[in-house]
């Protein structure tokens, strides 16, 4: 008996030992000179770069078609109207990276020497590629702004704020909730090439432009051209934030498909960058009539500027860990306590499975298993929508939550959920949830 008793006592410290070897083997794996560590590396920094600064040729719509770049300049510098102030340009929700700034300018601004009323100034950040998510094209000489391009960090991405409001250190993948995307397009001096696509006078285009807000977009609208939801308001989405999704089967707030098929989406259809991009779910004319007009379900560039980015771009989104919150930003006890309603008792875990919230597998729920209305449902192939991934939550709680923002706060959703799947929570137990979805 005493003997059989060590020999499993050794087998058991072998066993030990080759685990703890293996997973010491596993770890040199990842040595930084070991192949996959350095692609890894690699397209770490080319997927970032292109998530940053790539306009995958797209300046041919948003300058070249639309002259937004003459909006922004101004009549004085060549444009056309007043031009885009840095105070304007802030207004409408653009970021300005204090790390592309040169130290002088940083001095200048600090002693309050620079004038943020020129749209002078506003050249001189776009020419120092310091305008988070455009590119300004300049001249041989650099003095006059000739196009523009947008960036998928136009819509995706913050700054911490840490010199002034607006003003910072770059939060990839961050959803800017202040962006008011409609009012910039709207500046554009021709928007007949948008009328075109749409089917619809200009002045019908400026009116749906001006009425999305801030922190929101409708991707949509280039597909079905509905700008409007049956009970009068904008039929526009909130941005998303692009963090976080590591694990994620489907994307968007509708499930159009993976990241990397959404990606080509984007790049291809919204921010009319010139690649390839094929999904012949657009050629449905009665679903989406200008889509398959435009013949979006099948689109051919040559030379193809995005589908060489796909892999990086994906790569670099998928490390986008979510933030932590801060400290104090929630209130610990409650939140643990609220972490096991959100297992337990509450449901919510059925369909936002730990640690990723959403559905591993096929994460999609129609209207009404959700109890809300099918409008936006309906505009994508599949007509459900997508079980959010909750983390980072406490970074977008301006704009509201779901889809369209319709919660202004966390309390709204939990309410909705209490009345819908009937979950009699007391008002404690709904703050409790609260506080643990704040601390995603
Ligand atoms: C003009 C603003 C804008 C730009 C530019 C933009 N996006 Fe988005 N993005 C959105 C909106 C709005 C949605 C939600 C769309 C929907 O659900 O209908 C979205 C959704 C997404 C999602 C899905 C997130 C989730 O929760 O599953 C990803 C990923 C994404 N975008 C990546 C990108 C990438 C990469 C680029 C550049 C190639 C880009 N986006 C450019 C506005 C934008
Ligand atoms: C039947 C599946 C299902 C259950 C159960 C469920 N959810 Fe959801 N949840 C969804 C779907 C689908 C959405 C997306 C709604 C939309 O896009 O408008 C969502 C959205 C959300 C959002 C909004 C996220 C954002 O980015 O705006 C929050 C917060 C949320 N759920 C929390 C909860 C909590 C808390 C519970 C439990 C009380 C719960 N959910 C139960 C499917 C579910």
Excluded at 343 to 360: L, S
Excluded at 411 to 433: A, C, I, M, P
Aim: net charge neutral.
């Amino acid at each position: 008996m005493k003997n059989h008793l060590k020999i499993m006592l050794s087998f058991f410290l072998l066993t030990g030992l080759v685990v703890a070897y293996a997973a010491e083997k596993g770890k040199s794996s990842l040595d930084p000179n070991n192949p996959i560590a350095k692609n890894a590396q690699k397209m770490l920094v080319e997927g970032m770069q292109t998530f940053r600064f790539d306009t995958f040729g797209d300046e041919a719509f948003w300058g070249d078609s639309l002259h937004l770049h003459q909006a922004i300049e101004g009549a004085k510098l060549g444009g056309v109207g007043p031009g885009v102030s840095p105070k304007t340009a802030l207004a409408v929700g653009l970021k300005v990276d204090v790390d592309a700034l040169p130290r002088a300018l940083v001095d200048q601004l600090k002693a309050g020497a620079v004038n943020l009323d020129d749209p002078a100034v506003t050249l001189a950040l776009l020419k120092l590629n310091a305008v988070v998510g455009l590119t300004g094209i300049f001249n041989k000489d650099g003095k006059q702004l000739q196009s523009m391009g947008i960036q998928c960090a136009l819509c995706h991405s913050k700054v911490d704020d840490s010199f002034a409001p607006g003003i910072g250190h770059r939060l990839d993948a961050w959803a800017n909730d202040d962006l008011n995307v409609g009012a910039i397009v709207a500046l554009a001096p021709n928007l007949q090439p948008v009328a075109d696509l749409l089917g619809v006078p200009v002045a019908t285009v400026s009116a749906v432009l001006n009425s999305w807000g801030p922190g929101k977009f409708d991707a949509e609208l280039f597909m079905d051209g509905m700008a409007f939801r049956p009970d009068g308001k904008s039929a526009a989405t909130l941005i998303p934030p692009a963090f976080g999704l590591a694990g994620v089967n489907l994307h968007t707030w509708t499930g159009w498909g993976s990241v990397t098929h959404w990606n080509a989406f984007v790049a291809n259809l919204e921010m009319h960058g010139k690649g390839v991009f094929y999904d012949p779910r657009l050629n449905d004319a009665a679903q989406f009539p200008v889509a398959a007009r435009n013949g979006f379900g099948n689109v051919r560039n040559n030379p193809d500027l995005i589908t060489p980015k796909l892999g990086a771009l994906q790569f670099y989104q998928l490390a986008i860990a979510a933030p932590t919150p801060p400290k104090g930003s929630f209130n610990p006890g409650a939140a643990a306590r609220g972490e096991a309603l959100f297992n337990g008792r509450a449901q919510c875990a059925r369909c936002h499975v730990p640690p990723i919230f959403t559905e591993p597998g096929w994460n999609m729920h129609t209207a009404a298993e959700i109890g809300i209305d099918d409008f936006q449902a309906n505009r994508a192939p599949d007509k459900r929508y997508r079980t959010s991934p909750l983390k980072g939550l406490w970074t977008h709680q301006k704009d509201g939550f779901f889809h369209d923002g319709r919660f202004a706060t966390l309390r709204d959703v939990v309410q909705h959920y209490n009345d819908f799947f009937g979950l009699r929570l007391s008002e404690e137990e709904t703050n409790e949830l609260v506080e643990y979805l704040k601390s995603l």
